[in-house]
């Protein structure tokens, strides 16, 4: 069996797994450890498949870390395009559809939070049959949950682990 069809399994799912953490598309992971492989020729090469793979997604983070957006004023030239909004629109579609995976009375806590109408807490309490005083540690358990969700799914960690 040759190393490319032995190691392509096994590169695929280190890539998937380490990938988002890292913020970048696994197939670009892959190839770059396929690169890394045309350069040199490991003595045990499912060992260091999964040593690349990490390098990289370190290399990967560090990186992201490295490279700032432009800080750009809006105009109304900015404003008029559709990008922004389609942008924006995208964003809230993806909270939305996480708030609709997260578990237990989220989905109902957080959708009331986000609400266009802005209600009170008393009147979020009332709307879902909870006490004012519990809506506030279920709210904040329910917002956790959705940022570890969003994180995992789109975000790039910063310097030592934290998320930004």
Known sequence: MDLVTELSPLLAAE??????????????????????LLEQTPDEPRRWVRSAVRAEARLARRQARRELPYAVEPSAAAEARPEPSALAAERRRAVRAAVGRTPGRCPEVLAAMLSPADPTYREIAGELGMSQGSLGPVRSRCLSCLRRMLTSEVAVPGRWGMER
Do not use: C, M
Not at 24 to 36: F, G, K, N, S, Y
């Open 15 to 36: 890539a998937a797994a380490e990938a988002f953490a890292a913020g970048v598309d696994p197939a670009d992971l892959e190839q770059a450890v396929w690169v890394r």
